[in-house]
C-alpha cells in the first residue's frame, strides 16, 4: 500500500489503491497490528456460533430428559402396581391362614351332649382374645388392599417437571 501510495496521481493509481483495499492491503506501519473492527467482527461472529450450537445442544438434552421422565413414570406405575398385587396376595395369604386357624382349633372337641362338636376352649376367654387379635389384622390388611396405595413421596414433583418439558 506504501508504493501505490507514492504513485503520482492519476486513474490507474486509484484503481490500483482501490483493488488493494478491497484485496485488505495495509500499510507498513499497520502490518502487524490488529484492526479493531475486524476483531470485534470476529468475535461476534464466534459467539454467534457459539450460541447457535448451545441452542441446538438445549434442544437434544430437552428431549433426552423429556424421554427419561416418561421413562420413570412408567417405571413408578410399574412399581405401584406390583406393590398392590403383592399386598394383596401377603394380605390373601394371612387371612387364609387366619381363617384355618379358627375353624381347626387345636384341642379335643367335646363329643356328647347338647354341645357335641365344640372344642373345649371354645368358650375361655383365651381363645376369644387370639380370635380378634387374628381377625383384626386380616381385616385391616384387606381393608388396604383393596384401595389403591399412594404415589411414592416427590413423584408428584417429577410428573409437574416432565408435563412442563
Do not use: W
Not at 58 to 70: D, E, L, Y
Amino acid at each position: 500500500m506504501d508504493i501505490a501510495h507514492k504513485l503520482q496521481y492519476g486513474a490507474s493509481a486509484l484503481e490500483i489503491k482501490e483493488a488493494l483495499v478491497e484485496a485488505g492491503a495495509k500499510h507498513a506501519r499497520h502490518v502487524g497490528q490488529v484492526d479493531k473492527a475486524m476483531e470485534l467482527k470476529r468475535t461476534v461472529s464466534d459467539i454467534k456460533h457459539e450460541v447457535h450450537s448451545q441452542l441446538i445442544q438445549n434442544k437434544k438434552t430437552q428431549r433426552q430428559v423429556s424421554g427419561i421422565a416418561k421413562e420413570l413414570n412408567k417405571i413408578h406405575r410399574d412399581a405401584v402396581q406390583n406393590t398392590t398385587n403383592s399386598v394383596t396376595v401377603v394380605a390373601v395369604l394371612f387371612a387364609s391362614i387366619a381363617f384355618l386357624a379358627i375353624f381347626n382349633l387345636l384341642g379335643l372337641y367335646l363329643r356328647d351332649g347338647p354341645k357335641s362338636g365344640k372344642a373345649h376352649i371354645f368358650n375361655t376367654i383365651a381363645f376369644r382374645v387370639f380370635c380378634l387379635s387374628v381377625l383384626q389384622p386380616c381385616s385391616f390388611l384387606l381393608l388396604l388392599s383393596s384401595f389403591r396405595l399412594p404415589s411414592l413421596p416427590g413423584t408428584r414433583e417429577l410428573r409437574n417437571r416432565s408435563s412442563q418439558l
